[in-house]
């Protein structure tokens, strides 16, 4: 299988190039030249089978020709041997033709570790064969730093920097970054928000002198492997319920809801795709207005989804223009320079046609802790809350309506407390953590002064 830019102007290449540079040279997003197809009866066989073996089959037609079956299936089995549910993304329904779809039993508690697990061991192998070191830098608005650490962390060969808003994340976001061991981890608190961050990362990828010297690599969900492995629970959970589902997707920087994009272009059948915001809410303003606008940021109880400039919505674009990648790149660049940018009606009707989007703030999202709570007695986290909220202003789905729920509670014991008055139970996988000696550097937000840090760090 062979990669594209969504901006047209860097070189087709492999799945392990992809793997390895993350973002494309020309600043664009890749993804496959034509997407693989599934047919009605082989996504119906998906049905009753393990979620390792639906993986493989899915992964396996992006990666042909970088990895053999026989490397893939060591590295889908290692990705989800670590993982607390044995069926990895289990459905639980909350109400009539209400389900959940709980991504969240990986070793950092959030649905990132579906993806990076996989990455991690993908990374490894890729890098054995190729020769020489990668840095990856991450910019993380929680979720990501400790999965790519949980997954990274104690890999020969590979140093990982992870950039967090400070003081934005919660404190067992913070402390699962914070308090990894391993001598390729280093962590950096910034001085500004995830979009600076973000804009950092974008920055030192720009910086090509740089980026070759250091070999960097991006983890972020601008890397095509993480939309690959997240496909594969839109597959399952489609094939357990036996006909299409409307998904409702707790969204930020709209690489998981994209994912479910791209298994429609893959053949499965999908009802429709609604993006859950909070006050963040660019995306759910962009389909209504039809203008791409970002504005300030704001912390809300779901500081995962605290995004303005959603980097995979790029892919979107693409997709809707036709894969017109002039005017993807002329698109993006107008963007980048004036923070808005206003979309071409086809464009727009396209996008319109296969996503809805709602926005809840914080009010409401622990009013859907709370709803859920009292009606089932379980207790969801504030992301996928968001996404309750988003299901419960959709009114009446034709379909079987399937929430994404990105992360455990436990790792946001403040907006459930606020929400129903008590601490959700602390799970094993964070016993003892607060005890651990915290590893962070605290950084101004300045591309710099990071560059600096990352050289000193590699010894460089
Ligand atoms: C990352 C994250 C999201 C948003 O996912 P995107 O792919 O960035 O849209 C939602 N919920 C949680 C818990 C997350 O960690």
Known sequence: MQFISTRGQAPQTSFSDVLLAGLAPDGGLYLPQSWPQFSPSEIAAFKGQRYQDVAFAILSRFTAGSFSDAELRDAVTAAYADFDAPDIAPLVEIGDGQYLLELFHGPTLAFKDIALQVLGQLFSRALAKRGGRATIVAATSGDTGSAAIAALGGLANIDVFVMHPRGRVSDVQRLQMTTSAHANVHNIALEGSFDDAQGIVKTLFADTAFAD??????????????????????????????????????????????????????????????????????????????????????????????????????????????????????????????????????????????????????????????????????????????????????????????????????????????????????????????????????????PALIKQFISSRLGS
């Open 213 to 446: 010297a250091i070999s960097l690599t991006a983890v972020n969900s601008i890397n095509f492997a993480r939309i690959a492995a997240q496909c594969v629970y839109y597959f399952t959970a489609t094939a357990a319920l036996g006909k299409p589902v409307t998904f409702v997707v707790p969204t930020g920087n709209f690489g998981d809801i994209f994912a479910g994009e791209a298994a429609s272009r893959m053949g499965l059948d999908v009802g429709r795709l609604v993006i859950a915001t909070n006050a963040n809410d660019i995306l759910a303003r962009t389909l209504n207005d039809g203008v791409y606008e970002s504005g300030a940021s704001h912390a809300t109880l779901s500081p995962s989804m605290d995004i303005q400039v959603a980097s995979n919505f790029e892919r979107a674009l693409f997709e809707a223009a036709g894969r017109d990648a002039d005017w993807t790149a002329a698109a993006m660049s107008d963007f980048s320079r004036s923070r808005k940018l206003a979309l071409p009606p086809a464009v727009l009707e396209n996008l319109r046609a296969r996503y809805s989007a709602f926005a809840s703030d914080d009010l409401e999202t622990r009013a859907a802790i709370a709803a859920v709570h009292k009606q089932t007695g379980r207790i969801i986290d504030p992301h996928t809350a968001v996404g309750v909220a988003a299901m419960r202003k959709m009114g009446k789905a034709p379909s079987p309506v399937v929430v994404l729920s990105t992360a455990h509670p436990a790792k946001f014991p403040d907006a459930v407390t606020q929400a129903i008055g008590s601490a959700p139970p602390e799970p094993k996988r964070l016993a003892g953590m607060k005890d651990l000696p915290e590893k962070l550097e605290v950084l101004a937000n300045d």
